[in-house]
Structure formats: C-alpha cells, structure tokens
C-alpha cells in the first residue's frame, strides 16, 4: 500500500514515522536506526530540559545555580565534540533556557546550525530558535546561515517557510537581505495564506532595515488588501504602513492609485464590514470584531488622510460609525476609540467630527482606569490647539485629575490646564492651579511656578490681580521658583503706579513679618529677596500714615492690617539677618534693603540703629558680605550728605517686549512682562549700582546689567574725596574683584561706589555672529557670539517650527578642559510654536584656542521625551581675540 501524502515530505517526519510509511525504507535508513540505538546505550542520557528547570528552581543561592548551570553547560560541550550526536536537539533547547538566564551560550551558535541544516522538522525548529537567540549580525557564523534560509526558503512544507522567514525577519543584516528579499518578494504572491502573512511580516523586518528594498515590494502589496483572510489582511496593512511612514513618495503613490487599486475606498470597506459583521468565533475579542485588523486600518487611515481633503472626505462617514457603535465597557473598544480620536484629529475632518473625538476623551477622564485617564489627558494636550472650544467643556474634569494620587496623571493634567488659561478663564484657572502647587510634590513646584507666572503675565485682568497673583505663587512655591520669577516680579513691581507699590510693600511686609516669627523664612527665600527689595525702595510708604494704599487694602479684605514701627520693622532685618540658615544672595538683598531705609525711615534712633547692623558686616566671615557692610558704612561717615542722592529710589524698570501677547488683548491689558536676563535695561540713573550690588555671576545666577549715569550734577571732587577716604588697606576689606558690564563688556572695580560718577563713555556695541548649531525635526538652534578677549558671551537662541509645544526642553554645553563654562537662566523651559528660548553662556578661553563645543538638547514633544546631541566647531577662528 502507498501512501503518498508522504511521498514529498518524509523527510521532515520524525524518524519513527519515516521508518513506518516511506516505502524506500532501506539498508542505509537500517544501519542508521541501530547506530542511533548503539550510541544511546554508549552515551549517557542527558538530562532533559523540565528536570533542569527544576533544578535550578531549587537552588537556594545564587552560588548554587551557578553550580548547576556551570555543570550542565560542561556537560553540553563535551557531547557537542561528537560528530553524530543524536542529543544535540535537546541540549540546545537546554542552552538556549541558560541563555535566557544570563548565562554565556556562545559556544552553541554552530550546532544550531547543524540542527537547522539537519532534515527533521523538530530539529530545524530547535536550530531556528537558537539561532534567532544566539546570532546576530556581528557574528561571523551568522554569514554561513544564508544558504540554509535559501534551501528552506524554497522547500515545500509551509512550516518549514515560515520558520525560514520568522529566522530572516528577526536577524537579517542588509547584507543578507539584499541577497534574499527576491525570494521573500515571491512569497508575498504564494496562494498558501500561511506563507503569504508570514513574507509580509517578513518584508515588513527588511524594509526596516533596508530601505532601499521598498520599492521590490511595492507591486506585491496591492494584492493584500483584496483577500479574505484576516491574518493576511492585518500584514497587509502593517506592511503599507510602514513603507508610507518611511517614504513620501510611497505615500503619494498610493493615494495617486485610481479604480479597483485605490487603497482608501478599500480600507474603508473592509472596515465597514468588520463593524457590520455578525458574531464570528474565530475573530471575536470580548464582543468587538477582530480588534486587531480595525487598529492597524485605522492607524492606516490618519496617515493616508493627512493633508488630503479628498482622502479625509472619504473616510469621514466611516470614522463616524466607529465612534458611535463601538461598545465602550471593555477595553478593547477603548482602544479602537482612541485610535479613532487619533485618527480624526490628524486628517482634515470636519468640526462636528472633532468635537465628537474631544468627547469621547471626555469620557476617558471619567474612567476608573488610570491608563485610560492618562491616555486621554496625554491626547487632549496634543490636540487642544485643534479645537481648543470643545476642550475648554471639559475644563472641569481635567481640574479634578490635579488631585488624582497618580503622579503621572497629575503632570499631564497640570500642562493642560496651562494650555486652557485664556483671558476669560484666568482667575478660575489660577485659583484652581494654585491650591495645586501648594499640595504638589517638589518636582511639580519649578515648573508649575514658572507657567503661573508667564500665565498671569499674559492674561491679568488688572494689575492688583496681577501683583495678588505672583505673592501667592511665592508665598505657595517657596524655594522652587526660577531665579528669573524674582527679577520678573520685581520689574512689576517697579512699573506699578504707586499706590499699588504701597499695597505690595504692605503685603510683602505681611509675609515677611509672618515668615520671621515663624521661622519658615529659609523655605520660602525667594519670597524674602522680594520683599526686601521692595520694603526697601517703598518702606516710607509702608510706616507712613499719609499713604492712600489703606482703603485698598480694605477693599481686599485685609482689614486688620496694622502699620509697623520703624522700629520693628528693623528688629525683623535684623532676625533674618543674624539667621544661619538663610542664603548668602538673600542675605545681601536685606542689607542693601535695609540701607535702603536709612533714607526712608525718619527718626534718629532708627538710623542708628541701622548703621549699628551694617557695621556688624564690615567683620562678616563671607567676603561678599563683608565687602558690603564695609562699602555701606563709609556713608555714615564723611559723607552722610551723599547717602539720600545714592540711595534714593529706582525709577520703572522697562518691561522686555512680550511677543507671545495675543493680538486680541485689549489695550488696557497691563504690559508687564516677563525680565529676560538676556537684555540689558536702558542707561539710567548710575545709583542703580548700590541696590544691585557687585556679587560675581555664577551658573544659574540672574545677571543684573549695570546702567551708565544719565546726569553728570554731582561734584566730581566729593565723589573723588570720597573713594580717597575708604580705607583700602584695612584687613577687613576684601580683595577686589573684577565684574563684567554687560552694556559694553568694560570691566571694572567690583567695589560698590568706585567709578559711579565718572562722566558717561560712548558704548560701542559689538557686532554679534550668528553660528547655527542644530536643526532637526523643526527645532533650531543659533548661536549669537560676541567676541570679548579672552572671554566671549554666547547667546542660545531655540526656536520652534513645529506645530506641538516642546516641554521641559534643556539645553546643555561642554566645553574641553583648557576652556571655562558659565551658564546663565534660560528664559524659560516650555517652547511654544514659533516662540523662542535664549540663554547666555560666557566662555573663558585664556589659551585662544579655537572652540569646540559639544551640546545636548532634550525635550518632550506630545508625550515623547526627545534627545538630540551635536557638535559646534564652526564658531569664528578671531572669538577670543
């Protein structure tokens, strides 16, 4: 009897079937069946792979199992030096689960090519597994593996194809797929439904490592589409995808396609019918039909759809009917909903469409899952400045996830709520955000306090608002504001009118006083850096009974205010002075604030006692404090007469021009803007000098630009009597120091009063070169050097083309060791499109070799956190010259 569904593949049938049903049964296959038998009785039975598992389970230590394992693999080697071993498949199974363990397996990559040249299907499979776990292409064995995947890429059971092509498409090299993507290219167009799906994955591998192949695939896509398989579909559409990903000229070329090969009206079909068709056991996930194949069609679709109105037309109705008859209880029609949102919100769909995916995301907030929940806060920031009227109905439950427990959530919550802030919803909106950032981890404060106050700087209905506004985010942010949030409140400061200077000073003083009797003044410094300063070039107004702010203040509650004594309102500086805890920097604040006051409070006694406290500082262990103290109290000697002209109060300081202001905003809208540390303020009053003080920069350090004298009225010989009569030579007097003006690159004496009077010299500005460093995926960044000697002063500018707002963006530098990096504040961390972030960095290069600098950008852009890295070499070869 024949048996001839035998006749072709006998080969690959285990042994026991071959010697049972092939009819060329024969001497030769005899002499191998009793040398097998012979060499299991010579050999020892080798340990089979589920008792190794055991006994490494059972190992106590880490020792132990090291023991066993060591012992197996000594064993393995041993039997691998036979030539004939009829137990090599169980021994690579066994290596390949050490493998999987940690455990070197090297040894073991040419005998899995033995098994895979080997006829027996069991021991193709085991070779195959090894070699997709063991080989890569930085092996030189995997050069010999080419021509087995040619003989099985060619055989005739499908099995032994496909694991040919699962093989191929995990460690292919370019190398090897050029040499086989014709034979992969022939199987795509094979009748056999098994082998069809699997050279589709298969190309869909190479093409990713080949890019060049794409276009040998091409014709042998269209065919995927047409069949009724679902395997084969859903390899279809992910191969289409990723050649339209990878290539605009693939994408055009099947939208161009006309008639029965039009791709759109197919994937719209085989969609519609998907959502139509009845229970099929086979393709049903918890009620929803294949779930699978809708995804990846779905996904096909947004990319098609893209920028193409007639694409987008087609696939409008389609879209609909998946939003609205998707079963929304489990999981998996969550998941195609929000493949669906994706879908509508990226081609050109209609409003009423957009508003439909919005509120689904809607419901998403409402969902138990976290998962969910994130995922629809992380979409709606992605798609709030497409329809940002349909996100604002959902404001309230976006508020809610502030205080979810899940960290997570509460990030992405927090950066849409900023995106929601307008000038309607502005005083709701930072009520909200502010009881969040008092609640909030550390790691929410910098970032939450820095958005709050370009927010309130943007849309505040008033300029009180505004000012009630930044005191709580100091008050609530504590030591986690950004160093430009205190210059930018003090420029708003200085530019209110006055009696709303009089209401801060009165509010901050309400701070301060609270913070000192607390002892929580280490933990809120910023807040005490901005109350000193503005007590001090206001503090008449505060003690004075004549100042109209007090109705004000009534008027907002605050109606159990009491005026301070000059005398308490010193013993308070005098508190925070003496503090061990409070930073050097807050610390000179106070001092230069209380001389300050000398000017403002008028009895005797206070000024005395004044001048007692800054003497105490001539003798400070902190140089910078000590050079204070002694340059201050040369005021109270000789020329107590200059002291009121020197310490008389800052004009308004100039707002730096806000270009991210809606065009819409009423002009009453106050004009306050954010201080940007990379403009220097006008040439004023040379007096500035005192209240800004000579402390050296430092890395994230605000820098304050020195201001040129406006007047030349005061007595040039006082001013000279007057630095002839410090005393230079005294030991308490610290070692001056260089500090470099930023109008005009001039250094000059870092002490306080040296040069303040000198006639004003004609700045001549230096011309900037502009180096551009990085551009990729839309974002840009210059560099705007300024030649300075042995010192240069880069500027980074960053600027955005792209349509998503970049967050927590950081720009790093690096310089080589022979050169010295100082890095200012950036403007800020949030890019928004067509905005623009600057930093200063000052370069010292005493060597004037040529600079090299290496720089790292990273950011997060719809969710995704983006690195990019590059090198600076083609700054001006004179920059230091």
């Known amino acids: 009897m024949a048996y001839p569904m035998y006749e072709v593949d006998w080969s690959v049938l285990p042994p026991e079937q071959n010697r049972r049903f092939n009819p060329a049964f024969n001497i030769a296959t005899i002499k191998q069946v009793v040398n097998e038998a012979i060499e299991r009785v010579r050999m020892q039975t ?209 939208k161009k396609e ?221 030591n986690y504001l950004r160093d430009d949030t205190v210059s930018s409140t003090l420029q708003i400061v200085s530019a209110a009118p006055g009696e709303r200077q009089a209401y801060a000073a009165m509010r901050l003083w309400t701070s301060l006083e609270r913070s000192a009797v607390s002892a929580d003044a280490t933990e809120r410094q910023p807040l005490v850096q901005v109350a000193a300063w503005t007590i001090g070039e206001y503090g008449d107004m505060l003690v004075s009974e004549a100042s109209n702010a007090i109705s004000m203040v009534d008027d907002d509650g605050v109606d159990d205010f009491t005026r301070p004594t000059e005398e308490y309102v010193i013993d308070i500086y005098q508190k925070l002075l003496w503090s061990t805890q409070l930073s050097i920097t807050t610390k000179e604040y106070l001092l230069l604030s209380l001389a300050k006051l000398s000017t403002r409070f008028t009895t005797r006694p206070s000024q005395d006692k004044i001048r007692v406290i800054i003497d105490t500082f001539g003798s400070h262990i902190h140089i910078e404090l000590q050079q204070r103290g002694v340059e201050l109290s040369q005021l109270y000697k000789q020329y107590a007469h200059l002291r009121p002209a020197l310490l008389e109060r800052m004009p308004p300081m100039e707002a730096a021009a806000n270009t991210d202001r809606d065009d819409s905003e009423p002009d009453e809208a106050p004009a306050s803007a954010h201080a940007d540390d990379t403009h220097s303020p006008p040439e004023q009053d040379a007096l500035l000098d005192l209240i800004i003080g000579s402390e050296p920069l430092s890395n994230g350090d605000v820098e304050h630009a020195p201001v040129a004298p406006t007047n030349n009225k005061t007595n040039t010989n006082d001013i000279l009597d007057l630095l002839s009569g410090l005393d230079l030579s005294a030991p308490a007097v610290a070692t001056p120091t260089a500090v470099s003006v930023a109008n005009n690159n001039v250094t000059s004496p870092s002490l306080l009063l040296d040069g303040l009077f000198a006639p004003a010299q004609p700045v001549v500005q230096p011309q900037e070169t502009v180096v551009r460093a990085l551009e990729r995926n839309g974002l840009l960044v210059e560099f705007g050097a300024v030649r300075g000697g042995d010192t240069a002063t880069l500027t980074m500018r960053a600027r955005s083309s792209s349509p998503s707002t970049l967050t927590d963006f950081l720009f790093q530098a690096a310089v080589p060791r022979t050169f010295r990096l100082d890095m200012m504040s950036p403007s800020g961390t949030v890019l928004t499109p067509q905005g623009e972030i600057t930093q200063i960095l000052k370069i010292t290069n005493p060597s004037k070799t040529p600079l090299r600098l290496r720089i790292r950008v990273s950011y997060n852009i719809d969710g995704n956190p983006v690195l990019e890295q590059a090198e600076v070499n083609n700054f001006p070869p004179d920059l230091f010259n």
């Open 258 to 478: 006309s008639g029965q090969r039009e791709i759109v009206p197919n994937l719209v079909r085989i969609l519609k019918n998907l959502i139509l068709a009845g229970y099929s056991p086979e393709h049903d996930v918890s009620g929803v039909s294949d779930p699978f194949l809708q995804v990846k069609i779905l996904r096909l679709l947004r990319i098609l759809g893209k920028n193409d109105a007639e694409a987008s037309e087609a696939m409008n109705d389609i879209l609909a009917q998946v939003a609205t008859n998707t079963e929304t209880s489990k999981n998996v029609g969550n998941t195609i909903l929000y493949e669906t949102v994706l879908s509508i919100m990226d081609i050109k769909s209609e409003s009423s469409l957009r508003v439909l995916a919005i509120n689904i995301l809607g419901r998403f907030l409402l969902n138990n899952d976290k998962n969910i929940r994130y995922v629809a806060l992380n979409t709606l920031l992605r798609t709030v400045h497409v329809d940002t009227s349909a996100v604002q109905r959902h404001r309230t439950t976006i508020l809610e996830c502030l205080k979810d427990p899940d960290v997570s959530i509460r990030r992405r919550a927090m950066e849409l709520s900023f995106a929601l802030i307008n000038s309607q919803n502005i005083r709701a909106m930072m009520k909200e955000l502010l009881a969040f950032l008092e609640r909030s981890d550390p790691e929410f404060k910098a970032h939450c306090s820095s958005a709050m106050v370009l927010a309130a700087e943007r849309y505040a209905p008033s300029s009180k608002w505004h000012l009630d506004t930044l005191f709580q985010v100091l008050l609530k942010a504590g």
């Open 46 to 254: 080798p340990t089979r792979l589920r008792d190794l598992i055991r006994q490494i389970r059972a190992a106590r230590t880490a020792a132990e199992e090291r023991s066993v394992v060591n012992k197996e693999c000594a064993y393995i080697r041993s039997t691998f030096r036979e030539e004939d071993s009829v137990w090599r498949c169980r021994n690579i199974a066994k290596l390949l689960y050490i493998h999987m363990l940690g455990y070197p397996a090297h040894f073991g990559q040419l005998e899995c090519l033995k098994l895979i040249a080997s006829p027996r299907f069991t021991d193709k499979r085991v070779g195959y597994l090894g070699a997709m776990l063991l080989l890569d292409e930085r092996q030189d064995v995997h050069l010999l593996i080419t021509n087995c995947l040619k003989n099985d890429l060619n055989s005739n059971t499908q099995f032994v194809v496909g694991l040919a092509l699962c093989t191929l498409g995990a460690i292919a090299s370019p190398e090897m797929a050029r040499d086989l993507a014709s034979e992969v290219e022939r199987l795509i167009k094979s009748p056999n439904a098994y082998i069809k799906k699997k050279a589709a994955l298969c190309a869909f591998r190479i093409i990713r490592r080949v890019p060049d192949l794409m276009e040998m695939f091409l014709p042998a896509t269209r065919s995927l589409l047409t069949e009724k398989n679902h395997g084969v579909l859903i390899t279809g559409v992910t191969l289409i995808t990723e050649m339209c990903e990878n290539s605009p000229d693939t994408l055009n070329h099947f």
